[in-house]
C-alpha cells in the first residue's frame, strides 16, 4: 500500500514538473516572439545618448557584401545594436558580472571608490611616428614662436593603485620620454604627470568619464603655467557647481551606472575678463566658453565650449601681444578656460576636423605661441595631426 502511495505521487510530481516545463517553454517561445515583433515594429535608433554615438544600420543586400563577408558583419552589428531594450540588457548583464566578481566591462575597468577607467592602448606606431615628425618640421619651420608639447597622462595611469589586482597598466611616463628624444629642440614638452599624481585623491579625473576635471586642470595649468611663460598665474579662483549628475563616457561604455560626477567651473577671483567667443559651427559670437544648455544634455561636459570644433576664436580686451594657437583634443576644452587672462588671443584647432591652411591661419592671427595639448592615450593613436600641419 505504502509502495503505490509513492509511485502516485512520483508519477503526480512528474506531471507537474512537465507543466512547470511546458510553461517555461511556453513563456520563453511567446517572449522571444514579442520581442522578434517588437524589434521588426520598433523603427531603429540613429544615435545613443546613452553611449553617445551614431548606432549601425540596416546593411543593404548586394552579392558583392555577401561574398566579401562584410553584409553579414555589417548585419551582426546593425543587430546588436538596434536589439529591443539593449540598455536594460547591457545593465542586466554588468550586475550579473559583478555578482561573480567580474571588474571589466567591454575595456573599462571598474576600480576603487567607483572609479571606471579605460584601458590604455597601445600605440599607433606608424601615425605616432609620422605625427612626431610632423610636429618637429612645423617647429624648426616656425622656430621663433615659442612652442610646447603637453600630453597628460591618463587616469588608469595616475591612479593605478585604484585599478583592479591585475590590470594591465601602460607605462605613460615612459612613453612621454620617447616622445621628448624624437621632438626637435624647437619644441619642449610640458610634463603635468607628478602635479596629477600629488592631487589624485582629491578627485582629478570624473569617476564615470574618461576627461580630467577641472579640478584637474587646474593643477595642470599650475604646473605649466612657467613652461609657458605665465609669470603671475592667478591662485585664487570661484568654483561654481554646474552639475551633480553627470554621467560619462566611460558609465556608457561599460553599463555600469552605480556613480555620478560633478560638473565644475574655475573662474578667477576678482579678475574681470572681457572677451568673445566665435567657433567654425557657428557664426554668432558669444561672451562666454561656457554652453549652459549642454547641462540639459546626456554629454555634460559639452558645457566647456559646447564641445569640439574644427576652430575656435577667443579674443580678448587683454593688454598683451601674446597669441597662442593650440592643436588640441577634447581634454583642452576644461583646461583653456584658466588660459583667457594671459593672451590677446586664442586660437583652438582641432585637428580631426580642421582642413584648412594652417600656415595661413597663423599668419592671418598673428600667432606667437603655439600648444599642442592632447591626453595621452589619444595622441598615441591619434592619425590627423600630421595631416593639418603638412606645408603647402
Not at 552639475?243 to 573662474?267: C, M, N, P, Q, R
Not at 597669441?323 to 584647432?349: G, H, Q, T, W
Not at 584648412?356 to 597663423?362: H, I, R, S, T
Amino acid at each position: 500500500m505504502g509502495n503505490d502511495r509513492r509511485e502516485r505521487y512520483e508519477r503526480f510530481k512528474q506531471k507537474q514538473r512537465k507543466k512547470l516545463g511546458l510553461i517555461i517553454a511556453g513563456v520563453f517561445t511567446v517572449s522571444v516572439l514579442v520581442l522578434s515583433i517588437a524589434g521588426i515594429l520598433k523603427p531603429d535608433v540613429k544615435f545613443s545618448e546613452e553611449e553617445n554615438r551614431m548606432l549601425a544600420e540596416k546593411p543593404q543586400f548586394s552579392v558583392e557584401s555577401v561574398q566579401s563577408e562584410s553584409y553579414m558583419q555589417n548585419m551582426e552589428a546593425y543587430t546588436a545594436d538596434q536589439f529591443i531594450l539593449r540598455d536594460w540588457w547591457v545593465s542586466l548583464k554588468v550586475r550579473c558580472d559583478l555578482l561573480f566578481g567580474k571588474r571589466e566591462f567591454n575595456g573599462v575597468y571598474l576600480g576603487k571608490d567607483k572609479y571606471l577607467m579605460k584601458t590604455l592602448t597601445e600605440p599607433d606606431e606608424k601615425n605616432v611616428k609620422a605625427n612626431l615628425e610632423a610636429i618637429s618640421d612645423f617647429a624648426d619651420r616656425n622656430s621663433k614662436l615659442d612652442m610646447h608639447l603637453m600630453l597628460v597622462p591618463n587616469a588608469a595611469f595616475v591612479m593605478k593603485d585604484y585599478l583592479p589586482s591585475g590590470a594591465p597598466v601602460r607605462d605613460q611616463s615612459a612613453d612621454l620620454k620617447w616622445i621628448q628624444k624624437q621632438l626637435s629642440a624647437n619644441i619642449s614638452c610640458i610634463d603635468v604627470t607628478r602635479a596629477l599624481k600629488r592631487h589624485a585623491e582629491e578627485g582629478v579625473y570624473y569617476k564615470t568619464d574618461h576627461h580630467w576635471t577641472s579640478r584637474g586642470a587646474s593643477y595642470g595649468f599650475e604646473a605649466a603655467s612657467i613652461d609657458l611663460g605665465i609669470e603671475e598665474p592667478v591662485e585664487q579662483y570661484d568654483i561654481y557647481t554646474v552639475a551633480t549628475d553627470f554621467s560619462g563616457t566611460l558609465a556608457s561604455t561599460s553599463g555600469y551606472h552605480s556613480a555620478k560626477d560633478t560638473i565644475e567651473i574655475y573662474v578667477p577671483k576678482n579678475i574681470e575678463i572681457q572677451y568673445l567667443v566665435s567657433d567654425s559651427d557657428q557664426e554668432e559670437k558669444r561672451p562666454t566658453v561656457y554652453n549652459k544648455s549642454a547641462l540639459k544634455q546626456k554629454d555634460k561636459y559639452q558645457v566647456f565650449f559646447g564641445g569640439n570644433h574644427a576652430l575656435v576664436d577667443i579674443t580678448t580686451a587683454n593688454e598683451t601681444k601674446d597669441r597662442l594657437l593650440i592643436f588640441k583634443d577634447s581634454y583642452a576644452n576644461c583646461f583653456v578656460p584658466f588660459l583667457l587672462p594671459y593672451y590677446n588671443e586664442i586660437v583652438m584647432v582641432d585637428p580631426r576636423y580642421y582642413y584648412d591652411n594652417v600656415e595661413a591661419l597663423m599668419s592671418s592671427k598673428g600667432i606667437t605661441d603655439v600648444l599642442f595639448l592632447y591626453n595621452m592615450d589619444t595622441f598615441l593613436t591619434d592619425n590627423s595631426i600630421a595631416d593639418v600641419l603638412v606645408e603647402e
